[in-house]
């Protein structure tokens, strides 16, 4: 069974603060892909990053940047110099390799304060 | 690129009626299609897939009497909401992929209310 998990429920920091999003992930499956996206208030879920299980290079983007380590399970994003127009609650989601679905999980809001 | 639309954005029915949104995939063919549902302060819950010119495959546990997905073509799918009531008022997203491609891109979503 496939499971996606975000432990951080909420997090609020102040502008300019670095913050990390937790993801952990179960699979069985030797060949997935790991998501993330962001829902501004808005409510349109905005694709960031795609990353499947063979490449564990680490990626930067800008402020944004993504750790995934197989060893742990983890695919954690980390917002640089965070700002106010990053708040939004950020989906983690996992799809098994042959399958189109996606398991999200259940999303961490993300509140930063000027 | 890969920009999904959604219409309309909200809506507002009586109970029992019925209600129909749209999903168009605008710059892409979208030969996946996937209707989400999204509950206040919730994560998403994947309703169904339809593929162009197949039968939509539902989720366990959603009736797909009561939600019927057509995907007519590449670029359009629609889901209608039959005999709408109260309990089926929440926020409905639908996205969409192409067949090359894991990441799905999410339409804005439709805000249902039924009164």
């Known amino acids: 069974a496939q499971k996606v998990t975000q432990a951080q429920t909420e997090i609020s920091v102040v502008e300019k603060e670095d913050v990390t999003l937790d993801c952990v992930y179960e699979?069985?499956?030797?060949?997935?892909?790991l998501f993330w996206y962001k829902q501004p208030p808005s409510g349109e879920l905005v694709f960031l990053i795609r990353r499947n299980s063979f490449d564990e290079q680490n990626e930067i983007s800008g402020r944004y940047s993504w750790n995934f380590q197989k060893s742990t399970s983890s695919f954690n994003f980390t917002i640089t110099a965070s700002q106010v127009v990053d708040s939004a609650v950020y989906f983690c989601?996992?799809?098994?390799?042959?399958?189109?679905?996606?398991?999200f999980g259940k999303g961490t809001k993300l509140t930063v304060n000027p | 690129g890969a920009v999904v639309s959604q219409h309309p954005s909200w809506v507002i029915c009586k109970s029992g009626t019925s209600v129909k949104i749209e999903c168009r995939s605008l710059?892409?063919?979208?030969?996946?299609m996937f209707w989400y549902r999204q509950f206040p302060k919730q994560s998403l819950m994947l309703m169904a897939t339809?593929?162009?010119?197949?039968?939509?495959?539902?989720e366990q546990g959603v009736e797909k009497d009561k939600f019927l997905i057509n995907h007519a073509s590449l670029t359009l799918s629609t889901l209608t909401v039959t005999s709408a009531h109260p309990e089926d008022s929440s926020f409905y997203i639908c996205?969409?992929?192409?067949?090359?491609?894991?990441?799905?891109?999410f339409g804005p979503g439709t805000r249902l209310t039924v009164t």
């Open positions: 710059d892409f063919q979208a030969t996946t």
């Open positions: 996205s969409a992929r192409w067949v090359s491609a894991y990441e799905q891109y």
């Open positions: 699979t069985r499956d030797t060949t997935y892909y």
């Open positions: 339809s593929n162009e010119g197949s039968k939509a495959t539902y």
């Open positions: 989601a996992l799809a098994q390799g042959g399958s189109e679905k996606l398991v």
